[in-house]
T-cell receptor, first 121, second 109 residues
Framework: GAVVSQHPSRVICKSGTSVKIECRSL??????MFWYRQFPKQSLMLMATSNEGSKATYEQGVEKDKFLINHASLTLSTLTVTSAHPEDSSFYIC?????????????????FGPGTRLTVL | GDSVTQMEGPVTLSEEAFLTINCTYTATGYPSLFWYVQYPGEGLQLLLK?????DKGSNKGFEATYRKETTSFHLEKGSVQVSDSAVYFC????????FGAGTRLTVKP
């Protein structure tokens, strides 16, 4: 249980294009999903918190218009990197927080996806 | 604000050696504490957690005890294996999630 998937796992794109990354909770509903960015050999940097049906909350320094987040359902959140540039190349990881009453899923534990490696040429 | 400090790596051990990765935290409330493991090229996997003082989390031979008096949650394993080579993150959850910087462990045969 508590499986979170991300798609794609790896993407290479040209500078100036937009890339969409999907994050799905496969066997539980998630009220809240998080998007992180991880640089090589560094810890995770929280980019934004996404609640189903409402606007995402972005961390300071994260451009809302560049990193568009949509949380359309209790099992899906998407991150779109718009007009990507080489400096956006990174490992993007999502996580999901279980919904209260979702059985064996712990509501105080974030369950992480496998990550998406974005390379912008 | 809340924060997590964990020992800097990298840590290199021989197989079957004893492992300790120190983690201390600062929090205003009563956070839940976590250890996550990240294998190369993958996302984070929950290794173990503890939600209140004196709780011990354990999984796959790893253990950590929530020590409120020392605000610590040190990760230990009695006998590491090559397959334990990964990056380990200590984290806390209070109002939000805070991660330590990560400690890279390499276990040599």
């Amino acid at each position: 249980g508590a499986v979170v998937s991300q798609h794609p796992s790896r993407v290479i794109c040209k500078s100036g294009t937009s890339v969409k990354i999907e994050c799905r909770s496969l066997d539980f509903q998630a009220t809240t999903m998080f998007w992180y960015r991880q640089f090589p050999k560094q810890s995770l940097m929280l980019m934004a918190t996404s609640n189903e049906g409402s606007k995402a909350t972005y961390e300071q320094g994260v451009e809302k218009d560049k990193f568009l987040i949509n949380h359309a359902s209790l099992t899906l959140s998407t991150l779109t990197v718009t007009s990507a540039h080489p400096e956006d190349s990174s490992f993007y990881i999502c996580s999901a927080l279980g919904l209260a009453g979702a059985g064996r899923i712990s509501t105080d534990t974030q369950y992480f996806g496998p990550g998406t490696r974005l390379t912008v040429l | 604000g809340d924060s997590v400090t964990q020992m800097e790596g990298p840590v290199t051990l021989s197989e079957e050696a004893f492992l300790t990765i120190n983690c201390t935290y600062t929090a205003t409330g009563y956070p839940s504490l976590f250890w996550y493991v990240q294998y190369p090229g993958e996302g984070l996997q929950l290794l173990l957690k503890a939600t209140k003082a004196d709780d011990k989390g354990s999984n796959k031979g790893f253990e950590a005890t929530y020590r409120k008096e020392t605000t610590s949650f040190h990760l230990e394993k009695g006998s590491v294996q090559v397959s334990d080579s990964a990056v380990y993150f200590c984290a806390l959850r209070s109002a939000d999630m805070r991660f330590g910087a990560g400690t890279r462990l390499t276990v040599k045969p």
